[in-house]
């Protein structure tokens, strides 16, 4: 292992000429195959070197398109991005499936985030409690020069409380605060408004509290945002789901049954979820959100009631099939890279320059559209069949097909089970004129 200080002041040539000097057999491929991922246009290439730290090169994610999508009567193609085959395809059949019965309907349930300032307090809680009263107004007034511009267009902090959480760590406490942060994800607004409040909390302490005073342990926005929900769903007659009435039938049951067991068994959930991610974190990773911060939310939210449990919900009442999601999505369609990272511009104009709640909908149609598909393929045919056609393109590439003998694979498995070992065997074949 090789360490060095002051790697981070490098030029970029030298933090390659180091590295690949360093970790490589070979530092002139590894440097050539780095140089090859960056972008001809310096300009271009410059921003991306930027967004984040000692960058030596770009690294590509497919971005690919899911159109058809019918969502409260608007036609959408959502952009996503993401490395695993059969996503895309799979949002884009659910699409096509949903378009001709009336589409998904989706709304947004709340927009609510939250922050906390939390600290210790060893002194008596009515005097704290006394002093947050009487001082709860110039708390929040310190703020209002970050604030200001968030409250003319609508939103700002919410409310502030004081929370007492003694009886789970000791002389611990929280200045719990709520914001509508309009179209912007809002860490960073609310990240700056908490520490305003703990600065002014700790300052106000020292002129007003005798003895003990509180310690301030950190201020930071939660990404728990159980308040700003997206819903989405779908619904039809059950006859509608499949040509066959016994058939659609048979399958609604299966596919409600499908959602249950995601709803009791944490093993089945997590993946039931994993799947539904596939389609949100692409649209996140499309439209420059955090998915970090999402998928943190998400998966907190599904286990709010003490179990981890599926995120969507299904059910056939009076001969209608209905299947939704309720998911929480802080997301922003202003700030972060959305205005920075031309692609991410782009997918923003190819979604039609959405608000921030509009984004919400999509997302959640997103999520709620690949569960869809991939349950219908797991109460039918098996996941296999479908994502193995997808797939087969990965496996000849691994093993560097020809366009001929990509060729001759593909019409093979026009009528043949997709699977590892199988394409290994065709090729092999086709490679010995078998
Ligand atoms: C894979 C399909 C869509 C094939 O489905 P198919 O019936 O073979 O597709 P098709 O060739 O008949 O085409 C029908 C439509 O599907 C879409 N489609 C079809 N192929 C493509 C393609 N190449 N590129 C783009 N779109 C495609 C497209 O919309 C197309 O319409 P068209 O464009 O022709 O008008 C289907 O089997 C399916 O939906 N499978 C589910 C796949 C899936 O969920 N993959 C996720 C990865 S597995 C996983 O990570 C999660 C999981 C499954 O574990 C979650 C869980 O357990 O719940
Ligand atoms: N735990 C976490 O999730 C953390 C995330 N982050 C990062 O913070 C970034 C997001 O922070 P933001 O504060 O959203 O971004 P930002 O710092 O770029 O600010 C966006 C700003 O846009 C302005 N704005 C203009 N028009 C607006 C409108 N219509 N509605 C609302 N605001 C409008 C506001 O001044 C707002 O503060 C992301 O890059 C995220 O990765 C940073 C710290 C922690």
Partial sequence: MTKISGFSKFSKDEKIAWLTTKYFDNAQKARELLQLYWNSDLKLQKLHDEFSENTISNFYLPFGVAPNFTINNKVYAIP???????????????????NDKGGFSAKV??????????FTYAGNFSTLKDFFHKNKAQLLKETENITANMVKRG???????????TK??????QLYCTFETLDAMGANFINSCLEQIASSFKNLAIQQLDDKKPQVIMSILS????????????SCP???????K????????????AVKIAQIEPYRAV????????????VILATGNDFRAVEAGVHAYAARNGQYSSLTQASIENGIFKFWIEVPLALGTVGGLTSLHPLVKLALEMLGKPSAKELMQIVAVAGLAQNFAALKSLVTTGIQEGHMKMHLMNILNQFQATNSEKEKVIEYFKSHTVSHSSVVKVLENIRNGA
């Avoid at 939103?155 to 959480?165: F, M, P, S, T, V």
């Avoid at 059950?238 to 066959?244: F, H, P």
């Avoid at 058939?247 to 409600?256: D, G, H, I, W, Y």
């Fill in 223 to 234: 990404n728990y945002v159980p308040n700003c929900i997206a819903h989405a769903e779908v």
């Fill in 155 to 165: 939103g700002g902090i919410l409310d502030l409380e004081l929370r007492d959480k």
């Fill in 246 to 257: 016994e058939e659609a039938k048979l399958f609604a049951q299966k596919f409600v049954e």
């Fill in 168 to 173: 789970d760590l000791e002389n611990y406490y």
């Fill in 109 to 118: 349930i709340d927009t609510q985030k939250v922050g906390q300032v939390h």
């Fill in 238 to 244: 059950v006859a509608d789901l499949l040509d066959e």
């Fill in 80 to 98: 996503m991005t993401i490395e695993e085959s059969s996503v895309i395809a799979a949002a884009s059949k659910a699409a096509k499936f949903w």
């Fill in 271 to 282: 993946t039931h979820n994993k799947g539904i991610m596939n389609g949100i974190d692409a």
